[in-house]
């Protein structure tokens, strides 16, 4: 009896032991680049098992080193988002920002979580939340998270993210089966030209 | 011996009947400052309601536990949680069993989607506006990481259910989010795990503060110790009772100290002699508990606030034993007990009277604690006079030696200045005392200001600024209570007044409101809402067809859905009981206020009152609607009893010297009564001359120098204006009584503040004009 249960106790650690971030996440930052400001171009691919087709958004956005991810559709609807490490700002059609902590959302706690650890090049600090898996080779990386909070991995089952100097490409599967998948494209560090209303954004 | 027999009897009686009383009761002190204040005079449904929500306020206690991380935060979180648990004072705690609300509100309201509709998604409905609820419709769709999921698309194609909720979250703005159970909220490098407890008594009881009080600073302390730079965060009622507990209790140890050692100072000093030191506090003892035994058995407690300021009353029974013994100095060696009883004995019969009077008026004060107050000092001084009339002269038999001493030589100076009518000192005196009163009583002004009674710590308000922020909640101090007949009729005189709230925010002048009819709609506007529906599902082209054409959903779906809503019709609606049921109702439960003697009552939570005159104007028209705001209240009564306050001293006033007049005749009467009128406009007139406000504190205050003053002219009258001894006793009084609330002037109690000052100011004037009461009396009387 008393063997068994020291065998569980071990078996306990080991579980424990596999928190610490696994080995390749650290080698992510060796090909991601930080920067103090990265913007480009999106478009997000929503396949829901229910609807024929996916439903399609593109948009711009624009990542500035502690301060936020603005997060902007332009079509079919246009609609702003800023995701800050403590809420999410959304801008409702009268251009009224309506700051929302994450309670309700922690799709959106997941996704800040995700942005500023791979804008700001430091992929490791998601072990604390998810259990990451890494493989990197010499110019790109992937990355799978496994949310550790049941409640949440109910909702999203994991999110892979891929890319190489900056990220990629980022895709959501959630428990249902369905899927968001985000694709960068033109992700640049260096010609990043804000807008005045975009600065006021990003002010928030 | 006979005399002696009796003053044994008299001790004796005294101490068994307050041990009786206070025994059968126990010694319930009350530390609640609002308990001072009297019941306003709204109906008793109103009362019970506004009461429940308050108490249900006061006992709940938000402690937020925090780390650099989760696991710290969560390891301190379940210490701080152990202990709150064993101390026993907790009906509920609330740790790690928060409830997904998404998850319960997709659970409760998905059932009802068929009638579900938000208020923005309600008033496009009605307008007729269907191009732009089919846009919303889209544009959730498309939404940047929306909520909308394949379960979800299969059951409510038109997302009425999030639209819904979107709204209702909006309403509860509040930040902390769940994890592992755990509510929490983030600030920069810092994770904060709240803990939620409800007291199971009130916040007010000092059994209550001064077990889990010690045990929080004891746990701020050690936290660090186990869980690297952990710390603690308290807010509710909790804190601030017990700072304005801790402040009390100090002022009543200055206060009670000071005097105390001011009175042995000067009977050892001036009587050389510990004889009349022992007695003088053997009587003021004795008639505080009385007192305090009288106010338990009529009120059945005791107020923080009556004990100090009752005891303060007590105090000048002093004087009585400062008379008593002061004749040794006139008589010298003639002096025997008796006879020095019998010269006292007219001025302390009628200082007893007066000042009874005085004070009594405090009982017809509205407020339960000057109630106290006045059955607290008028017990406690007969006590006393009993006790310096049948107990002094069996006890002091033998004179002890005395010495003219300095004081009494200042005094026969000082009463020389009066010896004859209107000379220059008297002008001199009189004059600059006049100029002190007019130009202050020019710049006085009133407050009625609710801060009075409370004024917050400032470390307990700081924490509790830091939580709000933290959890990003404000909800004001004012709310509505609705009243129905039934849970049905509550609802929809709710949604009217909702309606109309809606439309106060819209025009900025309030910012929010948290309603139980936002969650659970009445069965008319369920019916309401479904006729708005069923026109979108129905027919070629409806906006279901156009959407669900847009996003690619499957005819089966669409034809899957339509053939549900029509049989929901027929689906048994959700109501208030099963709202109150459900895990969802947990975070707004409390509005819910139940039975009541004319059906049922509900609160209607606001946030952000920028016109409070256009949320009174709403209850103002409809008798079933009431609005309540705490603090106005008070500040209402404040001003409503200051007025009626200032009338009752002016009564006092009027009555004290119709007994005068009576014993003295007209002149005699109005010279006697002279000195305290004059000492209570110089006081007015000082704190117009120092800027402090006249509050009813204030106008309270001016009983006392009623009470206390009149015995001051009174001694004079009888023994004479140049009487240095009556002088000597009059001026020990005095500093014993200034010292007393002179100390009280330095509270942090701006009430307490308030009437200390008053009363020290009107004390001094009344001690400094009291000679000219004894003008047309031969010398030495």
Redesign the interface.
């Known amino acids: 009896m008393r063997r068994v249960f020291s065998a569980l106790l071990s078996a306990t650690f080991v579980l424990a032991a596999g928190q610490v971030p696994a080995a390749g996440i650290a080698d992510i930052g060796k090909v991601l680049t930080p920067a103090p400001m990265i913007c480009g171009a999106f478009t997000?691919s929503?396949s829901?098992?229910?609807?024929?087709?996916p439903?399609v958004?593109r948009?711009r956005v624009v990542f500035v080193s502690g301060t936020g991810v603005l997060?902007q559709?332009t079509s079919?609807?246009p609609?702003r988002?800023l995701f800050k490490?403590?809420?999410v700002i959304r801008w409702d059609e009268n251009d009224v920002p309506?700051p929302?902590?994450?309670?309700?959302?922690?799709?959106?706690?997941a996704?800040s979580d995700v942005f500023f650890a791979v804008f700001d090049g430091d992929t490791s600090r998601l072990a604390?939340v998810f259990d990451a898996s890494a493989t990197v080779g010499p110019d790109t990386w992937t990355l799978t998270l496994k949310p550790r909070?049941?409640?949440f991995a109910a909702r999203i089952s994991d999110i892979d993210v891929s890319g190489g100097r900056y990220v990629e490409e980022l895709t959501i599967t959630?428990g249902?089966?369905?899927r968001?998948a985000i694709r960068f494209s033109g992700l640049t560090a260096d010609g990043c030209v804000l807008s005045t209303a975009e600065k006021g954004y990003l002010a928030y | 011996m006979h005399t002696r027999l009796i003053a044994l009897l008299w001790v004796a009686a005294l101490c068994l009947l307050s041990a009786w009383l206070i025994a059968a009761r126990g010694p319930v002190v009350n530390t609640n400052l609002m308990a001072l204040l009297p019941s306003s005079d709204r109906d008793p449904v109103v009362l019970a309601a506004v009461d429940r929500v308050q108490t249900n306020f006061a006992r709940h206690l938000a402690v937020l536990v925090g780390a650099p991380d989760f696991a710290g935060a969560k390891e301190a979180a379940e210490r701080v949680a152990t202990r709150m648990k064993a101390s026993g004072h907790f009906r509920k705690l609330r740790v790690n069993d928060y409830h997904d609300l998404v998850r319960h509100s997709v659970a409760f309201y998905l059932p009802q989607r068929f009638h579900l509709l938000g208020t923005r998604g309600r008033a496009q409905l009605t307008a007729g506006d269907l191009a732009g609820f089919e846009r919303d419709v889209l544009k959730r769709y498309y939404a940047a990481q929306s909520t909308v999921g394949s379960g979800l698309v299969d059951r409510d194609p038109l997302l009425l259910l999030p639209a819904f909720l979107e709204e209702r979250t909006q309403q509860a703005t509040g930040k902390p989010e769940l994890r592992e159970g755990y509510l929490t909220v983030r600030e920069k490098g810092r994770i904060y795990i709240a803990l939620i407890g409800e007291l199971s008594e009130t916040p007010f009881s000092s059994s209550v503060q001064q077990a889990l009080m010690p045990e929080f600073d004891r746990l701020r302390r050690v936290l660090p110790e186990t869980v690297a730079d952990a710390d603690l965060l308290i807010a509710g009622v909790l804190p601030h009772a017990a700072a304005g507990t801790q402040s009390g209790i100090d002022e009543i140890s200055t206060v009670g100290l000071g005097s105390m050692l001011a009175i042995v100072i000067l009977l050892i000093v001036m009587f050389r002699s510990v004889q009349p030191f022992l007695l003088t506090l053997s009587t003021i003892g004795l008639g505080c508990v009385s007192g305090f035994a009288a106010c338990l058995a009529i009120f059945g407690e005791v107020h923080l606030i009556t004990l100090i300021f009752g005891s303060s009353l007590v105090g000048i029974s002093v004087d009585y034993s400062f008379h008593y013994f002061c004749e040794r100095f006139r008589l010298q060696d003639k002096w025997s007990p008796v006879a020095a009883r019998r010269h006292v004995l007219p001025g302390i019969t009628l200082g007893l009277l007066t000042s009874g009077i005085g004070f009594a008026g405090l009982f017809f004060a509205p407020f339960p604690g000057m109630q106290g107050m006045a059955v607290f000092s008028v017990v406690g001084l007969c006590v006393a006079y009993g006790c310096v009339m049948l107990c002094y002269p069996p006890l002091t038999q033998r004179p002890t030696p005395t010495r003219t001493v300095l004081l009494l030589r200042w005094m026969e100076r000082y009463s020389g200045l009066w010896r004859r009518k209107w000379t220059w000192h008297g002008y001199a005196v009189a004059g600059g005392l006049v100029i002190v009163a007019v130009i202050g009583c020019l710049r006085l002004a009133a407050s009625d200001d609710v801060r009075l009674l409370q004024t917050p710590d400032a470390a307990v308000m700081e924490e509790e600024l830091r939580i709000r922020n933290l959890i990003g909640r404000n909800l004001a101090s004012q709310f509505l209570l609705v009243e129905g007949r039934d849970a049905a009729d509550f609802l929809v005189r709710e949604e009217a007044l909702t309606g109309k709230l809606k439309q106060l925010q819209s025009d900025g002048r309030l910012e929010g409101h948290l309603a139980i009819s936002d969650f659970v709609a009445s069965p008319q506007r369920r019916a309401e809402n479904r006729a708005l529906l069923k026109r979108l599902v129905s027919g070629e082209g409806s906006i279901l067809d156009r959407v669900a054409q847009r996003v690619g959903l499957p005819d089966v779906t669409r034809a899957a859905y339509v053939a549900a809503f029509e049989a929901a019709s027929t689906a048994p609606a959700a109501g208030i009981p099963e709202w109150l049921a459900h895990p969802v109702s947990e975070p707004h439960r409390h509005l819910w206020l139940g039975k009541s003697a004319r059906g049922v009552v509900g609160a209607v939570g606001l946030r952000g009152v920028h016109d409070i005159g256009a949320i009174r104007a709403l209850a103002g028209d409809d008798p079933q609607i009431h609005f309540v705001d705490p603090a106005g209240d008070i500040s209402d009564l404040f001003g409503q009893y200051r007025r009626q306050t200032v009338w009752l001293t002016l009564a006092s006033y009027g009555l004290v010297l119709l007994i005068l007049i009576l014993r003295y005749g007209l002149s005699g009467g109005l010279l006697v009564m002279a000195p305290p009128a004059i000492a209570a406009v110089v006081s007015l007139g000082v704190l117009g001359f120092v800027g402090e406000p006249v509050s009813l504190f204030n106008v309270m205050a001016l009983l006392l120098v009623l009470g206390i003053g009149v015995d001051y002219s009174l001694f004079f009258r009888e023994t004479g204006a140049d009487n240095p001894t009556t002088l000597l006793a009059i001026a020990l009084s005095c500093i014993t009584t200034l010292l007393a609330f002179g100390l009280l002037a330095f509270s942090a109690t701006t009430a307490i503040h308030a009437f200390g000052l008053t009363v020290l100011a009107g004390i001094l004037a009344a001690f400094l004009l009291s000679p000219m009461s004894g003008w047309r009396r031969p010398a030495g009387g």
């Not at chain 1, 829901?48 to 087709?53: F, I, Q, S, V």
């Not at chain 1, 929302?100 to 706690?109: I, K, V, Y």
């Open positions: 997000q929503k829901l098992k229910a609807l024929a087709r439903l958004s948009g997060w559709i079919p609807f609609s988002l490490t403590e809420a309506k929302t902590g994450f309670a309700q959302f922690p799709q959106f706690r996704l604390t909070d049941k409640e959630e249902q089966g369905d968001t």
